[in-house]
């Protein structure tokens, strides 16, 4: 049974930090997606496991860093210069296999997902 657990969700203030965490086997494409109320799950920040490559959508780069502990089986979505659009439901998310994917930032890309961590940020 996949399991993928995440952690170190929070609520901050605007200009905060905040790191994730995501316990998972090893696994080709892993990801990071955000969900707000009334809105549609987004890919937020991506990487390609083999060869470190690494995706963000706009309104994060320069802010967000993905990251991969393969010692520790544990993804990471460090989280800076929080502001209040960034408050969502943040879900880990994996794909096995081994094939290309055009759209790593796609939900429908990734086959398995935790439960989810709140990120909550105040102005």
Do not use: H
């Amino acid at each position: 049974q996949v399991r993928l657990l995440e952690s170190g969700g929070g609520s901050v203030q605007a200009g905060g930090s905040l790191r994730l965490s995501c316990a998972a086997s090893g696994y080709t494409y892993m990801g990071w997606f955000r969900q707000a109320p009334g809105k549609e799950r987004e890919g937020v920040a991506a990487i390609y496991t083999a060869g470190g490559v690494r995706w963000y959508v706009d309104s994060v780069k320069g802010r967000f860093t993905i990251s991969r502990d393969n010692a520790k089986n544990t993804l990471y979505l460090e989280m800076n210069s929080l502001k209040p659009e960034d408050t969502a439901m943040y879900y880990c998310a994996a794909r096995p296999g081994y094939g290309y994917v055009s759209r790593p930032l796609a939900p429908e890309n990734y086959d398995y997902w935790g439960q989810g961590t709140q990120v909550t940020v105040s102005s």
